[in-house]
Each structure stands twice: as C-alpha cells, then as structure tokens.
C-alpha cells in the first residue's frame, strides 16, 4: 500500500479525525434548564468560590490541548501550524482510543517564545494537562520549562520525553537480550535536538555508563564554543573522555546507537565496528539513518526503528497515552522522572514470555501496555507527592 496517496483520499473522505460529541442530551425543556440555563449557574457559582471544582463539574478533568507552532512536524520540519493539523488531530484520536484522554488541537501562529508561552498560560484553565507537541529546538526547552514552572497542571513535551521513555522501555528489554547492564555500557546518540537531548538525560539518569551525543558536525564536546547553549549544557554531562571526531568514530566500539536524526546516515562498516552484540535503534521516519536490513547484515543484534512496518517500532504513542491517563487520574500537578521511569518500566513488562530480537516492546495497539503505563503513572505521581488525591 502507498500509505502517503491512501491517506490523502481517506483525509478528504474523513474531513477530519476527531469530533465533539455531546455527554448530555438536551431534548426537552427540563433537560436544557439542567445543561444550561437556569441550572447550570449553580455550578459556576461553585467553581467560583472553589476553583478546584472545576476538576469535578466540567470535563476540564480530562481535557488536554496537544500545542504546536508547527516548526518541526515529524520529518517535515517548519511546515507552519495549519499544516501541522492533520498530525494534532491523529495525535488527538490516538490520546483518546488508547488513553480515553479527550485531546483537542490548538495549533498557534507565533514562533515567538513569549507569546507561546502567554498564549497556553492564558488557555490553561480550560485543561487537566498539556501536551506539547513538535516544536523546534532550542524554543521548545524554554517554553516547557516556562510552563512547567507557571502552571499547576502537567506540562509535557512529547517530542522529548515520550521518546525518552520508549526508548528506555526498548533499551531495557534490549539490554535483557544481550546480556549487559546499563552502567555498562557505551550509547551513541546521534541527533542532538529535542529528543536525543532528552534521551541523552533520561538515561544518564537510569545511570547508564556512558554517552556521546553527535550532531551534523560530529561528536559533541566540553569546550567547543561553537555549540548552542542546549548542546553545551548536554556535553557537560556526557563524554566523559572528551572523544571527538565524527559520528563514525563515535561508534567504534558502543554498545548502543540511537539515533534521531536524518536518513542514511550510519553505514554498514559504522555498525560493523560496535561492541559484539550491538543494539541498533535507528528511528528517523520516514527513511532511517540505516536500514533495519543493513544493520542486522552488519552484525547488530537487535534493531529498532521509527516505522510500523518493521518489527520493534519504537514509537511514543506507546507512552503520551497511558501516562496522561495516569496524570489525569491522579489529578497531577506534574509529570516527573520517576513518573516517566515508571512509564519506561510499565512499557517493558508487557513484553515477558515472548521477549525476543524482533520483540522488545508491545504493539502500540495493544490497550493492556497503555493501561499498565497508566496504572504505574498514577502510583509514582501518589508516591512522589505530586497527586492532589
């Protein structure tokens, strides 16, 4: 199937993924007085002198808007936020089939930092979390850290760390498979935006032995003072030698590659010269850096990638669903490290009797990995103290 012509016809059929559809019915005079007018002042009477009951009187409980400016749409890059609608709308039907989260497009015409920011602080009333979403590096760091300090609701960047998470989930189980611990081994992230960033500081926070970081200009270092201030804060923390060179060089003897960066770009003899029985997750869509087939020819032992047309598709949408459920439920202030490291581990305990090479993580369709994620979200937000229940 050519899924690109296929879903242009089914996007013209569908005008439309999602929809609004009324909880109530209000076909007679009684039922209207009670949904609207004279009734419903009562519980806006309520929620003025107790804010909170919003959470309890209007579907806010369960409400988050899915932002983006359009700068960095899967691969498309800065393709502006009318275009970006039709992913927020699928981002949206998914939050809402496999989180029963409703999730409502909110696609802004700003690239500027200040007014995305005052934008979704003015906006906020109106939801349980947010949920941001394909927002180019370096403004996305900001903006999330912004709100994560302004709002008290989750504020959640997917494009970082929901790939953060399922990439651990995939690294965990991978790591079963081959034998080795993670403070033992050496990853390879190339791609240092958004989400090699994050992923970069959610395994140094799972301890892992060691990191290098590479970007278009090769391996990410201590000192080089042409780095953004976001790769320079990032090679601080990693590269503990001090290595340089180009990506080629960064993977002479790692254990692990990830990468989120660009088509093509990892050849054969690249994984040839890994550690023995090498982990390769190559999850660049549409086209990834090397082919599932090349790396596993060049001597890899597990390979992941970005599309659901191969096996071990490393995918956040096993993550935002679940964890916003959890959040929610929870009635969160935040969604912090052990909330996500709980996610991470939820993710791999769905893969127990048939974990094997070509099976690392559970389908993204499969409703009990979203349920457990969501189950171990809501128990880290009550343990860590984030949970207003």
Not at 157 to 169: C, E, F, K, L
Not at 362 to 368: I, N, Q, R, V
Request: aromatic share 4%; charged share 25%.
């Amino acid at each position: 199937m050519n899924y690109r012509e296929e879903s242009l016809k089914l996007h013209k059929v569908w005008g439309g993924k999602i929809e609004v559809v009324p909880r109530v019915e209000v076909d007679t005079r009684e039922k209207l007085s009670l949904a609207y007018t004279p009734g419903v002042a009562e519980p806006c009477l309520a929620i003025h002198d107790d804010i909170e009951k919003s959470f309890e009187l209007t579907r806010r409980w369960n409400t988050v808007p899915v932002i983006t400016d359009g700068t960095a749409v899967l691969g498309l890059g800065d393709i502006g936020p009318e275009a970006g609608m039709p992913v927020m709308e699928g981002k949206c039907a998914l939050f809402k089939a496999f989180g029963g989260v409703d999730a409502i497009p909110l696609c802004i015409r700003s690239k500027d930092t200040e007014e995305i920011i005052r934008t979704v602080e003015l906006l906020a009333g109106s939801f349980g979390g947010i949920n941001l979403e394909d927002i180019a590096a370096p403004r996305c760091f900001e903006i999330e850290r912004r709100l994560k300090e302004d709002l008290d609701i989750p504020v959640f960047h997917d494009d970082q760390h929901g790939t953060a998470v399922v990439t651990a989930a995939a690294l965990i189980n991978a790591l079963k498979l081959v034998g080795k611990k993670i403070e033992e081994i050496r990853v390879v992230i190339n791609g240092a935006g958004a989400a090699g960033i994050a992923i970069a500081k959610f395994l140094l926070k799972m301890k892992a032995g060691d990191i290098v970081l590479c970007d278009r200009a090769g391996i990410l270092c201590e000192g080089d003072g042409k780095l953004t201030d976001a790769k320079a804060e990032i090679a601080r923390l990693t590269n503990r030698g001090h290595m340089t060179g180009l990506l080629a060089d960064a993977m002479k003897g790692a254990d692990v590659f990830i990468g989120v960066s660009g088509p093509n770009c990892v050849t054969k003899e690249m994984v040839a010269s890994m550690a023995k029985r090498a982990i390769v997750f190559a999850c660049a869509n549409p086209t990834p850096e090397i082919s599932r087939e090349d790396a596993l020819e060049a001597g890899a032992e597990i390979v992941g990638t970005g599309s659901s047309e191969k096996p071990n598709q490393i995918n956040n949408v096993l993550v935002f669903p679940g964890l916003f459920r959890g959040a929610l439920d929870a009635r969160a202030t935040d969604i912090n490290f052990e909330m996500m490291l709980a996610a991470s581990g939820a993710i791999a305990s769905c893969v127990k009797d048939d974990l094997s090479p070509d099976r690392i993580l559970p389908y993204a369709y499969e409703l009990s990995a979203h349920q457990a994620v969501a189950a171990a979200v809501k128990e880290a937000a009550k343990r860590t103290g984030v949970s207003k229940l």
